[in-house]
C-alpha cells in the first residue's frame, strides 16, 4: 500500500507541482535575448520538461513492477535526481514566459503504461530498457545544445547539467546488468520520442 501511495504523491507532484529540487541552480549571467531567440529556448525546455514528466512516469511504472528491491530502489533514486530536471525545465520556462505542454498528462499515462510493461518482462530488461531511454535522451539533448541561442548561458547551463546525470544513469543500468534491446524494440522507441518531442514543441 505504500508505495502506491508513494507513486500517487509522485504523480500529483509532477502534474501539478511544486516540484521540490534538491539541486538549486547556480546564477548565470547571460546575455539579453531577442524575442525570437527567447521563444526558441522556450519551445526547446518545454520539450525538456516533456522529457521529464514521461521519464518520472516510467520510472514510476518500473519501480511498481520491479522484481527486486535493488531495482526498485534505484529507478527510485533516478527518479528523485530527475526531479530537479522537471524543477529547472519549468523554472526556466517560466523566466522565458513560455507555457509548459498542452499534452503532459497524455505523456504521462503512455509513459507509465510502457515502463509497467518493461517491468513486467523481468529486471534485466526493465534496466536495459532504462539504460536505452537514457541513451537516447542523451543524444537527445546533445541536439538541443546545438539549437539553443549561443547567449542563452541559463538554458545551456541547464540542459548540460541534465546531460551529465542522463549519461550517469545510463551507465548505472548497464552496470546493474541491463540487457541490450532488440534493435526493432530501439526504433520504436525512438519513433515515439520523436512525435513526443515534435508535438510538445508545438504544443
Not at 519549468?90 to 514566459?97: A, C, F, P, V
Not at 546493474?176 to 526493432?184: C, E, K, Y
Amino acid at each position: 500500500m505504500d508505495k502506491w501511495i508513494v507513486g500517487f504523491d509522485r504523480i500529483v507532484k509532477t502534474l501539478v507541482g511544486p516540484v521540490l529540487v534538491s539541486r538549486p541552480l547556480p546564477e548565470v549571467k547571460e546575455g539579453g535575448l531577442s524575442e525570437k531567440e527567447q521563444q526558441q529556448s522556450a519551445a526547446l525546455m518545454r520539450v525538456n520538461h516533456s522529457g521529464e514528466v514521461s521519464a518520472q512516469a516510467l520510472y514510476l511504472g518500473q519501480s511498481l513492477t520491479a522484481r527486486r528491491p535493488d531495482m526498485k530502489k534505484m529507478f527510485d533514486l533516478a527518479a528523485a535526481e530527475e526531479a530537479d530536471h522537471l524543477g529547472w525545465c519549468e523554472t526556466r520556462i517560466k523566466e522565458l514566459n513560455g507555457q509548459t505542454s498542452k499534452l503532459n498528462l497524455l505523456w504521462f499515462v503512455g509513459s507509465f503504461t510502457i515502463g509497467a510493461c518493461a517491468g513486467l518482462f523481468g529486471d534485466r530488461i526493465s534496466m536495459g530498457f532504462l539504460a536505452e531511454t537514457e541513451r537516447q535522451v542523451g543524444e537527445h539533448l546533445a541536439g538541443h545544445l546545438e539549437k539553443l541561442p549561443v547567449d542563452d548561458a541559463r538554458t545551456r547551463m541547464i540542459v548540460s547539467m541534465m546531460q551529465s546525470d542522463e549519461a550517469k544513469h545510463e551507465q548505472s543500468a548497464k552496470d546493474a546488468g541491463g540487457a541490450q534491446l532488440p534493435a526493432p524494440v530501439r526504433r520504436v522507441m525512438r519513433l515515439c520520442s520523436y512525435i513526443m518531442t515534435r508535438s510538445a514543441y508545438r504544443l
